[in-house]
């Protein structure tokens, strides 16, 4: 889940924490180890919907797909998205959705606070930022709120069923749609295509299209 605050002002030299400007390299985020290679087109299209005005965005899929790696690759170059700070909230490791206070200010400003979601709500107050809040998905009716009232507006989500086909069901069956859309990894990697997800989808009555990742051919290597 990926938020972008908007409405910078100067917070002053008096401002928790000592973050650098430089949108490079910046905020919260650590600069990955590794290069970001195959996804830039993924990149560009997350970064089309924050310049459209979008300020909530939600990154699904199967666990191992890039979901983290691409939200840092966004975080790590916002010269054209505007923002001035970028924080990576780590919520993998909470056994308590009562945590997800204390897990957003020491990911935004560090320190102590004997109410920790009002002290990072008067940090971010004002901020050109983008916050990354990663593996929410078992405290997301806490982080839903908590993160509603640190980016000032309204989130809202739910868990879909772990069993791809009764996700769709349940997501059809909660709204008006045109189509399904279903994005895979390539064939003889994917597990949705190994359940013949594709064909069972369309029993259901709308158009589907299915859009499959490339495979990737295998490295060269030379020797002399």
């Not at 830039?40 to 300020?55: A, N, P, Q, T, V």
């Not at 107050?125 to 983008?130: F, I, S, V």
Request: aromatic fraction near 4%; proline fraction near 4%; glycine fraction near 12%.
């Amino acid at each position: 889940m990926i938020a972008g605050m908007g409405g910078a002002q100067d917070r002053g030299a008096d401002a928790l924490g000592d973050h650098r400007e430089n949108t490079q390299a910046i905020g919260g985020l650590a600069r990955p180890m590794t290069a970001f290679v195959g996804r830039e087109r993924e990149r560009d299209e997350l970064r089309s919907l924050f310049l459209e005005g979008k300020r909530l965005v939600t990154l699904v899929g199967m666990g191992g797909i890039g979901k983290t790696r691409l939200a840092l690759e966004l975080g790590s170059n916002t010269t054209d998205l505007g923002w001035t700070s970028a924080y990576l909230v780590e919520l993998a490791s909470l056994t308590n959705s009562d945590l997800v206070d204390g897990a957003l200010l020491e990911a935004v400003a560090g320190g102590p606070s004997r109410a920790p979601l009002q002290a990072a709500v008067e940090y971010l107050r004002g901020a050109t930022a983008l916050l990354v809040l990663d593996c929410c998905e078992h405290v997301l009716d806490a982080a839903l709120p908590k993160l509603s009232e640190a980016a000032g507006m309204e989130g809202t989500g739910s868990l879909g069923d772990s069993e791809p086909l009764m996700a769709i069901h349940d997501a059809v069956n909660l709204g008006d749609y045109d189509e399904i859309i279903i994005s895979t990894l390539p064939l003889g990697i994917s597990r949705w295509l190994k359940l013949d997800l594709i064909s069972k989808a369309r029993a259901i009555g709308l158009p589907v299209t299915h859009v499959q990742a490339p495979t990737r051919a295998p490295a060269a290597v030379s020797g002399t």
